[in-house]
């Protein structure tokens, strides 16, 4: 009897030694989903709808980005046409070309929301790098639009985030995040996040109609719409300068 | 004056007309509009009929008036290398009394081609340069002057000022350049000179970079257009500990004449503090705290007994506060204070862009001071100075921006 337990739990530790192996953590899938939105070099084209009680307003705009820290970012649309932002790892630049003036920003700068929007710079940049700033807890699994998804609640271990709590659904998958909750510190629900539509570049599947809507206030709603996107392509390193920023 | 406004209306049309004909057709065209409704407490201004001279001020009483701008802007992209902007302003009539300026004035506001070739650039017409760093105070903006406390706090752009210049800008690197700039020598044509002097032609340059952090910006102005020719040197720095950080100072150097009180007369540092405090992705608080330091200048309070006597006062400061609650409001405290006589004034604002490209507005502007301060509750007669003074107090204001 004793024989046939130790041969039977034996046969259950090879069984179950390769999914305790392979399993992935919270750290592990946040990495990778980081890794798959983060892209060598991106030019895209699209447009932020922001909509509110009184209507819609629609910006639109182009952007370079290379790596996680680089990007360039031109409004296209009339009321803020020609305005220009450079973002580098530490800086932010600003063109205003009615002022022909260069402003230079550093700091808290470099967190705001493009427009007053609820869409980040980083959000535009696809760099992303959201373990050195959160703690990362796996909660299980859940489906979302039918697809099977790692929930992942994320705690700030810093101040200086947006939200300092976040529960996100990632794509087993694709590892995309295809919804998202932020909340206070005290756990009040800010926005929710869902990504309505994804295409698949290089191999990679990546959310082109994103809807964030604000649950503070009635019928208040961000939609980014990517129109145009190439990953990949060769950027001149002077894409990213100050001669193109004032341009 | 009908007759000058009639050319001026002409003049614009075949400007127009030219801009669309020669390609901008194919570009972008915007039209810019403010409007103002203000009531205010202010006093009668006495101008002398013939000649437009300002003769003094009379009694106070409450104003409302109505002022604004439209702006039209003609941009063109050319072929990706080349750029153009001719923008006309047509302000309507405003508070601040033009004497026989009945109609509509309307200037011109840019007017420039840029041309990109490998290693530099070109910039040719009425534009702006943006030397140094301040919103209120920069002491390196020794181009337009950014040093007097008498702003427009309700304005969109606080500094605006254009001039007809040619400028080339050469970069090094892709966070460094340097940059020259000629401007030509004022025009008397009531003098019969149609061209201006050439020795009064103003020119500089300055070089822009980064060392380690910090940004550094040094350069120089030979201001000819002065009543006395001018050197005006002048150093920025800017950088971050926290707040982002911006230093500026300069001096004029007259040309001929006595160089030590001249200097001792326009040094002068500027300085900011700023930082924006994102309380999520979209409401944030920013703070800003700018100051102009003129070491040399008065330190004491000093009683005007006229105009010409105002002192300039050593030291200005100018706090902002501005909380962005949503996508779409603005709510704003912003300061002009002269601590040394003890004065201020204060400019509270809201700001609700409510629909696509139409924002409306509201202000409350707030003088402290005693009668011969450099702000007043209610200003000395004889220190009135036209140009700065037309709010006597208080005033109220509401209106719209329409950007299309």
Same mark, same amino acid.
């Given at each position: 009897?004793i024989?046939k ?8 530790l ?5 999914? &305790? ?8 899938i946040v990495r990778k989903?980081?890794e ?7 030019v895209s084209?699209? *447009?932020?709808?922001?909509?509110d009680r009184?209507?819609?307003?629609v910006?639109?705009?182009n ?9 360039l970012i031109e409004?296209t ?9 450079l973002?580098?790892e530490e800086e ?6 009615d002022?022909e003036?260069?402003?230079r920003m550093?700091?808290? &700068?470099?967190r705001?929301g493009?427009?007053?929007s609820?869409i980040?710079?980083?959000d535009m ?7 050195s700033?959160?703690s990362?807890e796996l909660?299980?699994d859940? &489906? ?7 929930v992942?609640f994320?705690?700030?271990?810093t ?8 529960k996100?659904?990632?794509?087993k998958k694709?590892?995309?995040?295809l919804?998202g ?8 629900l ?6 309505l539509?994804?295409?698949e570049y290089?191999?990679?599947?990546? &959310?082109i109609?994103?809807?964030?809507? #604000?649950?503070?206030?009635? #019928?208040?709603?961000?939609l980014?719409?990517i129109?145009?996107? *190439?990953? #990949?392509?060769?950027?001149d390193e ?5 001669e193109?920023?004032?341009? | 004056m009908?007759?000058?406004g009639i050319r001026? =209306?002409l003049w %614009?049309?075949? @400007?127009t007309?030219?801009a669309i004909?020669?390609?901008? +057709?194919?570009g972008?065209?915007s039209?810019d509009f403010?409007?103002?409704?203000t ?7 006495e101008?002398d009929t ?11 009483y409450?104003?409302?008036?109505v002022s604004?701008t ?10 990706g290398?080349t750029?153009g902007?001719?923008s006309f302003?047509?302000n ?5 009394v033009?004497p =026989?300026?009945?109609?509509?004035v ?8 840029k041309?990109?070739f490998?290693g530099?650039r ?5 534009t702006?340069?943006g030397w140094g760093?301040g919103?209120v ?6 181009i337009?002057?950014s ?11 606080v500094r ?6 040619t400028?080339l ?10 940059e020259a700039?000629v401007?030509p ?6 003098g019969?000179?149609? +061209? ?5 032609t103003?020119?500089?340059g300055?070089i822009y970079?980064?060392v380690?952090?910090t940004?550094?910006e +040094?350069g ?5 257009d002065e ?6 040197p002048?150093i920025?720095l800017?950088?971050n500990?926290?707040?982002d950080?911006y230093l500026?100072g300069?001096?004029?150097l007259p040309?001929?004449?006595d160089?030590a009180?001249v200097a001792?007369e326009s040094f002068?540092l500027?300085?900011?503090l ?15 705290l700018?100051g102009?330091? @003129?070491?040399l200048?008065?330190?004491?309070e000093q =009683?005007?007994? +006229?105009a010409?006597?105002?002192p ?5 400061l100018?706090?902002e %506060?501005?909380?962005?609650p949503?996508?779409s409001?603005?709510? /704003?405290?912003? =300061?002009?204070l002269s601590?040394?006589?003890?004065s ?5 604002g809201v ?5 696509q ?7 409350l502007? %707030?003088?402290?001071?005693d /009668?011969?301060d ?5 200003r ?13 107090g208080?005033?109220?204001?509401a209106g ?5």
């Amino acid at each position: 009897m004793i024989r046939k337990i130790r041969i039977l739990s034996t046969l259950l530790l090879v069984l179950l030694l390769p999914s &305790a192996l392979f399993a992935l953590t919270g750290e592990d899938i946040v990495r990778k989903a980081d890794e798959m939105q983060t892209f060598d070099t991106a030019v895209s084209s699209g *447009e932020l709808r922001i909509k509110d009680r009184f209507g819609l307003k629609v910006s639109t705009f182009n952007a370079w980005s290379r790596g996680a820290d680089e990007s360039l970012i031109e409004f296209t649309s009339i009321a803020e046409r020609g305005q220009k932002i450079l973002r580098t790892e530490e800086e932010l630049y600003l063109f205003y070309p009615d002022a022909e003036e260069l402003i230079r920003m550093q700091g808290s &700068a470099l967190r705001q929301g493009m427009l007053g929007s609820d869409i980040s710079y980083e959000d535009m940049t696809g760099g992303k790098d959201r373990l050195s700033k959160y703690s990362i807890e796996l909660q299980g699994d859940e &489906a979302v639009q039918g697809r099977d998804c790692y929930v992942v609640f994320m705690t700030a271990n810093t101040r200086t985030v947006p939200y300092q709590k976040q529960k996100i659904w990632i794509d087993k998958k694709s590892f995309l995040v295809l919804k998202g909750e932020y909340y206070t510190k005290s756990g009040r629900l800010l926005k929710e996040m869902e990504t309505l539509e994804t295409r698949e570049y290089a191999g990679r599947e990546v &959310a082109i109609r994103t809807r964030i809507s #604000d649950k503070m206030k009635k #019928d208040s709603e961000t939609l980014m719409i990517i129109d145009e996107l *190439e990953i #990949d392509v060769p950027i001149d390193e002077d894409k990213f300068s100050l001669e193109e920023l004032s341009w | 004056m009908v007759v000058k406004g009639i050319r001026t =209306g002409l003049w %614009i049309v075949l @400007m127009t007309a030219f801009a669309i004909t020669s390609g901008w +057709a194919d570009g972008d065209v915007s039209l810019d509009f403010t409007l103002q409704n203000t009531i205010l407490r202010t006093r009668e201004i006495e101008y002398d009929t013939d000649t437009g001279e300002f003769l003094g001020v009379g009694d106070q009483y409450w104003g409302y008036g109505v002022s604004g701008t439209a702006g039209i802007s003609f941009k063109s992209s050319g072929s990706g290398n080349t750029k153009g902007d001719l923008s006309f302003d047509f302000n309507l009539p405003e508070m601040e009394v033009i004497p =026989g300026a009945e109609a509509p004035v309307i200037t011109l506001r840019r007017a420039y081609v840029k041309a990109r070739f490998p290693g530099f650039r070109l910039t040719a017409g009425k534009t702006r340069l943006g030397w140094g760093d301040g919103f209120v105070f920069n002491s390196g903006d020794v181009i337009f002057g950014s040093t007097s406390p008498y702003v427009d706090l309700t304005a969109s752009e606080v500094r605006a000022e254009t001039k007809w210049l040619t400028s080339l800008n050469i970069p090094l690197g892709r966070f460094s350049f340097v940059e020259a700039l000629v401007i030509p020598p004022p025009t008397d044509p009531a003098g019969g000179m149609i +061209a201006g002097d050439l020795t009064r032609t103003s020119g500089g340059g300055r070089i822009y970079t980064r060392v380690g952090n910090t940004k550094v910006e +040094a350069g120089y102005m030979f201001r000819g257009d002065e009543e006395d020719p001018l050197h005006r040197p002048y150093i920025g720095l800017q950088g971050n500990f926290g707040p982002d950080w911006y230093l500026a100072g300069s001096v004029a150097l007259p040309v001929r004449g006595d160089a030590a009180s001249v200097a001792e007369e326009s040094f002068n540092l500027s300085f900011g503090l700023f930082h924006l405090q994102q309380l999520d992705r979209i409401r944030s608080l920013s703070m800003r705290l700018e100051g102009l330091v @003129m070491p040399l200048q008065e330190w004491e309070e000093q =009683g005007p007994q +006229a105009a010409e006597d105002i002192p300039v006062y050593g030291l200005l400061l100018y706090p902002e %506060i501005v909380y962005i609650p949503d996508t779409s409001l603005q709510y /704003s405290v912003r =300061g002009l204070l002269s601590p040394v006589d003890l004065s201020g004034q204060v400019t509270l604002g809201v700001s609700w862009d409510i629909l696509q490209g139409f924002t409306v507005n509201g202000y409350l502007i %707030i003088n402290a001071g005693d /009668s011969r301060d450099t702000f007043a509750w209610s200003r000395e007669t004889d220190l009135w100075q036209p140009q700065f003074d037309y709010i006597d107090g208080l005033a109220v204001s509401a209106g719209f921006n329409y950007i299309y």
